[in-house]
């Protein structure tokens, strides 16, 4: 069974103080990794796909990153409208017929001004 | 460019009832997934409908049901309601057939039941 592990589940920043949040998977072939953007009461806002091992993706302050284990996303000097919670996905490549994508549970970050 | 609308916003049930929430995916998709978000959890899969068929069902009883149309909405249906339905239930829509594309979400119903 696919599984997707995030850490930490909270972290908090001073603005302009750099970090990276982990997402650690198991799935059975990767066909690619999600990463997600979500506000309270607001449904997940999509930032990257990664598709393969040493693929990085980068957008302002984030850049993510994957390996065949974990991406990483890492958030330079943040600022607080970087406040959100950060969801991990794994689509998995094998068997033609699966289209589902299977969540961690998120890393809730929390940027200080 | 409208992205993925859901209604109703929210909505209060009571056991036993029977739910319908609805989805009108962005424009240009024409697969629609349905996802449940309980409170502190990431989202989990129910289904994916694409050519008005259920192509793919996650581990959700048969009280799941759903409906896609001929202009691509959707709708997902609960029946009788337990406590634990209460959820955020997110509709996300893509295009097949287009390589891998991410799924764009719609900012859900939350459903309470009492």
């Known amino acids: 069974e696919d599984q997707v592990t995030q850490s930490p589940e909270a972290l908090r920043l001073q603005e302009g103080e750099s970090s990276s949040l982990n997402c650690s998977y198991t799935?059975?072939?990767?066909?690619?990794l999600f990463w997600y953007r979500q506000d309270p009461g607001k449904g997940p806002e999509f930032l990257f796909t990664?598709?393969?091992a040493g693929e990085e993706k980068e957008k302002e302050r984030l850049k993510a990153t994957l390996t065949k284990k974990e991406s990483f996303l890492h958030i330079t000097a943040p600022k607080p409208e970087d406040s959100a919670t950060y969801l991990c996905?794994?689509?998995?490549?094998?068997?033609?017929?699966?289209?589902?994508?299977?969540f961690g549970k998120g890393t809730l970050l929390t940027v200080n001004p | 460019d409208a992205g993925v609308t859901q209604s109703p916003t929210h909505l209060i049930k009571t056991r036993g009832q029977q739910v319908t929430l609805r989805c009108s995916p962005k424009?240009?998709?024409?697969?629609v997934s349905w996802y449940q978000q309980a409170l502190g959890q990431g989202p989990q899969f129910i289904f994916q409908?694409?050519?008005?068929?259920?192509?793919q069902r996650g581990n959700f009883p048969d009280r799941f049901s759903g409906h896609q149309f001929p202009n691509y909405s959707s709708e997902l249906n609960v029946n009788a309601l337990l406590l634990g339905d209460s959820a955020l239930y997110l509709c996300?829509?893509?295009?097949?057939?287009?390589?891998?594309?991410?799924?764009?979400f719609g900012d859900g119903t939350r459903l309470s039941i009492l």
């Open positions: 996300a829509s893509s295009l097949s057939h287009a390589g891998l594309q991410p799924q764009h």
């Open positions: 799935v059975s072939g990767l066909r690619g």
């Open positions: 990664l598709y393969s």
């Open positions: 996905a794994v689509r998995p490549g094998s068997g033609g017929s699966n289209y589902k994508l299977t």
């Open positions: 424009s240009g998709h024409d697969t």
């Open positions: 409908y694409y050519e008005e068929e259920e192509r």
